[in-house]
């Protein structure tokens, strides 16, 4: 099954394109920017529950209930995701520019370009430069939605309740039309 979907997928390319080449690539650079944010977002987590607890003095976190300090609260999740989420915004952008290296792919060795250009069906060449490109960046947006939840998630599950405050969300979305986050 997945090899039909590879062959559909390479029947929207260029034809000289190098097929293996370009999927590689783009699984390569979307996992890279996947991993980059799950580590950016769970380093800030950890780095904010840290500042929750009461260390000793040989510097070791405490991890029972009676040395977390109360009087502390969580920072907020806007905080805490700060700009995890860029890599994936980054990568529909990638997506995006790639359309620039397909449409280019048009000019090298046969001039190919010529006769896309002779076909009767005008928009064989638009449907080949810009289909892929856009079909990875609408993964790409879905990927950094999926990871906006699994973040949320993480937090609210990794923040002790004690220390957490109330609407984190509503918060998150009132300070990012605010434009104090991303701004």
């Known amino acids: 099954m997945l090899l039909k979907r590879c062959d559909k997928i390479q029947r929207l390319l260029p034809p000289n394109l190098h097929f293996e080449n370009f999927l590689s ?20 987590l950890q780095e904010k529950l840290n500042e929750l607890y009461i260390f000793s003095p040989n510097g070791v976190r405490h991890f029972s209930p009676e040395v977390l300090d109360h009087h502390r609260k969580m920072a907020p999740f806007g905080e805490v995701l700060g700009s995890s989420l860029v890599p994936t915004i980054v990568l529909a ?26 076909l009767s069906d005008k928009n064989e060449l638009r449907r080949r430069v ?15 939605v999926a ?15 004690e220390v957490l405050e109330n609407h984190q969300l509503l918060r998150f979305w009132q300070d990012l039309t605010a434009g104090k986050i991303g701004g």
């Open 25 to 44: 690539g783009m699984i390569a650079i979307s996992i890279l920017s996947a991993v980059i944010s799950i580590d950016l977002f769970f380093s800030s």
């Open 93 to 118: 952008l990638i997506a995006l520019l790639s359309a620039i290296l397909l449409y280019a792919s048009f000019y090298q060795g046969s001039r190919s370009i010529y006769l896309m250009r002779r």
């Open 130 to 144: 810009w289909t892929v490109p856009l079909l990875w960046a609408g993964a790409a947006l879905l990927l950094t």
């Open 147 to 161: 990871l906006f939840w699994i973040f949320y998630g993480s937090y609210m599950l990794k923040t002790p309740s």
